[in-house]
């Protein structure tokens, strides 16, 4: 008897019609969820539109609503005192307060140090002063203090001389200050 494994098994083909229904119902169903997602899609645009829309109606009634309150005089009013402020401010920040060289001066002095002769330059700011001191020891106190000012872009010390009947040093003082030193600072003395 002849092997079962060998005999070969005869296969149906399937019909061309058999095909075409297949590929037709695969492309049926790919066309109809196509549409059914393109539906929702523009009727989610439709609703986002006219979401949208009532939105922009509202601020629109909103802004109209608000123009009718405001009073265009009021605004003129507001505008003026805006622009008379602005000038008051950059008038004040530009103004230069020359009282606090004086009070920088008498923060920083030492009290062994004094000053005889001032002479005073705006711009650039710089201040040029004769002053004596108890002896070197204070002149190296006084010139510590101005090199280490942060106000103080440059001090240069000249003309050092000793005085031998009383022991005072005598110089010549260059001060450079930075600009914020003459500005307002809020505790401007009265």
């Known amino acids: 008897m002849p092997d079962p494994v060998l005999i070969s098994k005869s296969r149906v083909a399937p019909r061309p019609s058999q095909i075409a229904q297949k590929s037709m119902g695969i492309l049926l169903v790919l066309a109809l969820i196509f549409a059914v997602a393109s539906i929702l899609i523009y009727g989610g645009v439709y ?3 006219s979401n949208l829309q009532t939105t922009l109606d509202d601020a629109t009634r909103e802004l109209s609503r608000l123009e009718d309150e405001f009073e265009p005089d009021k605004l003129a009013k507001i505008s003026e005192v805006d622009k008379g402020l602005t000038v008051a401010r950059t008038m ?10 004086f009070k920088f001066l008498q923060d920083n002095t030492l ?3 004094r000053y005889t002769n001032f002479i005073y ?3 650039p700011p710089e201040l040029t002063l004769s002053a004596e001191t108890d002896g070197y ?5 006084q010139v510590e203090i101005f090199e280490t000012t942060p ?3 440059s001090a ?3 003309a050092v001389t000793r005085d031998p009947k009383d022991g005072t040093v005598k110089f010549q003082l ?6 914020n030193l003459l500005r307002y600072t809020g505790s401007q003395p009265n």
């Open 47 to 49: 609703v986002y539109h």
């Open 121 to 123: 330059s705006a711009n």
């Open 151 to 153: 106000l103080i872009k």
């Open 92 to 101: 004040l920040n530009s103004h230069v307060y020359s009282s606090n060289v």
């Open 174 to 179: 260059k001060i450079s200050f930075d600009e």
């Open 137 to 141: 020891f204070g002149l190296k106190r």
């Open 111 to 113: 009290k062994t140090a």
């Open 156 to 158: 240069t010390f000249s």
